[in-house]
């Protein structure tokens, strides 16, 4: 017989205590005895500039505090580990619900199998009042099917803000001379690879039939739908890809869940699949931002329905997605990312007081470069501004490498693992962490050139998979 949820949910918990204590004792944030740095005179020692600068440096690394604060708090208070959901009411009577995916139509295999994978998932959870929408800028040659609607956008389409890409997509469905929903209808947004889970279907319904709440997400895992490659370059890149998005693993079940379950607001944001919205409040609230809201319009859309007063919760029930296929797609992903985030928080049109954790989330982001040197410069220059600071210093990098931790349990069937595979997991880790961290300072460094309202979208069919197809 397996462990309980309450007790797994403890074991993590204990684990995430123990590591962070001796991760702060390892890193000397955490000292019984006096050690040399206590002793040591910087200003005497290092000088007066190198003194100022890893000061100015370690208090900068304080603008990743709220995020790991809110990390913490939603992993150890909140099951990390919950039972499966079960349906709370009938699903037949539900509210009808469309499942929107907007794709350039670059892969039309891809959309067509994941289209079939997720009615056929709708249909073995009982759910029957739905449709899936496809919206498309090239057309996909969907087959026909009274549940299938195939919305090819026209290249002539202009929104009144003159929002672009994904946006632009989203806002021509909400037009109305377009859009099939009323008010009391729901939509599910998913991305052209989103995989629906029976367990999260039960979720969202769960959530639907509450009916507290306009705006709701969940957890999105990347290892459970894993890719085939020709190339074992192209598989080493993905599987590393994979592993490192463990980070965004852990931190739907920290921070989301902690903002959106506590708050019922997106302070930090949210992400732009499994997305579901009430579809009278998405209409009002619009998709039309003009181009800064298009390049992360999901974070824009969601900071702006928290500054008009709607209402957020966590989903239980995980979807599945797939990491980058490559470090370039990884690295281009992630400056997209914060490029649109940084628009999202210069935007004249969003007060201060709804995206001020947001642009202080971003700031941490944007200085990476710079308290990723303190890595470095304290083996360099050895000091102690005080104990506590010390301690939260410790603190933020030992929450951080805990995610890519708890993120990598998440997701991966570890309890199946050797302990020769395990040990490999822990090489995956050190790898995928120092990767992350290596690409995003790139990501930030180059942010600043090129085209800002370019959407680069990252590879997401293979030959393999599209052979397979078309067999």
Not at 21 to 48: K, M, N, Y
Not at 340 to 349: H, M
């Amino acid at each position: 017989m397996g462990l309980s949820s309450t007790a797994k949910h403890c074991i993590h918990s204990i684990g995430l205590i123990l590591w962070l204590f001796l991760f702060s004792w390892f890193t000397q944030g955490i000292r019984f005895t006096p050690s040399e740095v206590d002793f040591l005179d910087p200003w005497s020692t290092h000088g007066a500039p190198i003194t100022l600068l890893i000061i100015f440096l370690r208090l900068l690394s304080f603008l990743a505090l709220p995020q790991t604060f809110f990390n913490l708090v939603g992993l150890l208070s909140l099951n990390a580990f919950p039972d499966k959901e079960k349906y709370q009411s009938s699903p037949l009577l539900a509210p009808f619900i469309c499942v929107r995916v907007v794709t350039r139509g670059l892969y039309p295999n891809l959309v067509k199998k994941t289209v079939r994978k997720n009615i056929n998932t709708l249909l073995d959870s009982n759910i029957e009042n739905f449709v899936v929408q496809v919206v498309t800028d090239n057309p996909i040659d969907l087959p026909k099917d009274k549940r299938i609607i195939e919305t090819v956008v026209p290249s002539s389409y202009k929104t009144k803000s003159g929002a672009l890409n994904k946006a632009r997509a989203l806002q021509y469905c909400l037009e109305d001379d377009i859009n099939v929903l009323g008010d009391d209808d729901w939509i599910i947004h998913l991305d052209e690879e989103t995989l629906l889970t029976e367990a999260s279907v039960r979720g969202i319904m769960n959530f639907i039939t509450e009916g507290k709440h306009s705006f709701g997400q969940g957890l999105i895992t990347y290892a459970s739908n894993p890719v085939q490659f020709k190339s074992f370059s192209k598989f080493f890149q993905n599987r590393i890809c994979t592993v490192a998005d463990s980070f965004r693993v852990a931190d739907d079940m920290g921070k989301l869940r902690c903002q959106l379950t506590y708050f019922n607001k997106p302070l930090f944001g949210w992400k732009g699949s499994y997305v579901i919205c009430n579809a009278g409040a998405e209409r009002k609230v619009t998709f039309d931002w003009g181009p800064d809201g298009s390049k992360a319009e999901d974070c824009f859309f969601g900071i702006v329905a928290l500054d008009q007063g709607y209402s957020f919760n966590f989903i239980q029930g995980e979807m599945l997605e797939k990491s980058p296929f490559t470090f370039r797609d990884l690295f281009k992903q992630r400056k997209r990312w914060m490029q649109g985030i940084y628009l999202v928080c210069q935007s004249p049109l969003i007060p201060v007081k709804a995206k001020l954790i947001l642009s202080i989330s971003l700031a941490s982001w944007l200085t990476m470069p710079l308290t990723t040197s303190n890595v470095f410069l304290s083996q360099m220059y050895p000091m102690s501004i005080s104990p506590t600071v010390d301690f939260l210093l410790s603190f933020i990098g030992g929450m951080g490498l805990y995610m890519y931790i708890f993120g990598y349990i998440k997701q991966f069937p570890i309890h199946r693992y050797s302990w020769i595979r395990s040990v490999f997991s822990v090489l995956e880790i050190i790898i995928a962490s120092t990767l992350s961290i290596v690409v995003e300072n790139l990501a930030v460094i180059s942010m600043w050139g090129g085209d800002w309202y370019d959407f680069y979208i990252v590879e997401k069919d293979n030959q393999v998979e599209s052979a397979e197809e078309t067999v």
